[in-house]
């Protein structure tokens, strides 16, 4: 009869504890917190921190650049940085204006930022998973940007290389 009642009050216990809830984070600190992932993963660039900037993209990441050939997967990119960073010279981004955007369940995001660039004002493009408590960069796209006035001296300019490239990938489609 005792080990029924010690089962019955293990139980009531157990039962009654408070165990201690997932703490809930506000959207305005998942922002704050991916704010500074960006702005630390440029600066990372900026500083020709090799290391540090591939270890905020996960592995098996795409970074699409401003060439229309530009569509690298982590290493490919990797190996296409590396004699840049080698050299003291890779690039310098910061972040004018950036808009965050959080899925419901708080775990992916996405974001579109304008950016200080050595090419004048470009747009960054991305989305970040958080996956074992850290966010990581899955998909990144840099672009150029260009007036809507001046859109077609840029098309004209670039017209040759297009046709080409067009060519090339119609015929790859076959």
């Not at 039962?15 to 506000?26: A, D, R, T, V, W």
């Not at 917190?33 to 591939?54: G, P, R």
């Amino acid at each position: 009869m005792r080990i029924h009642y010690l089962f019955i009050f293990i139980s009531i216990t157990f039962f009654n504890c408070k165990l201690p809830k997932n703490k809930k984070i506000s959207e305005q600190e998942i922002k704050k917190e991916v704010n500074y992932i960006l702005d630390d993963w440029h600066k990372n660039a900026s500083n020709t921190n090799f290391e540090k900037y591939f270890e905020t993209m996960e592995e098996n990441s795409i970074f699409i650049g401003t060439d229309a050939t530009e569509n690298w997967n982590k290493p490919a990119f990797m190996e296409f940085s590396k004699p840049f960073f080698d050299k003291g010279k890779a690039w310098h981004f910061t972040s004018l204006k950036r808009n965050v955007y959080i899925s419901n369940h708080k775990n992916v995001i996405w974001f579109d930022e304008l950016l200080d660039t050595q090419m004048g004002i470009c747009r960054g493009s991305g989305v970040l998973e958080k996956t074992d408590g850290k966010w990581k960069l899955k998909h990144y796209v840099l672009s150029l940007t260009v007036p809507n006035n001046d859109a077609k001296k840029i098309i004209n300019i670039k017209k040759e290389k297009d046709s080409v490239l067009i060519i090339n990938l119609k015929n790859n489609l076959k």
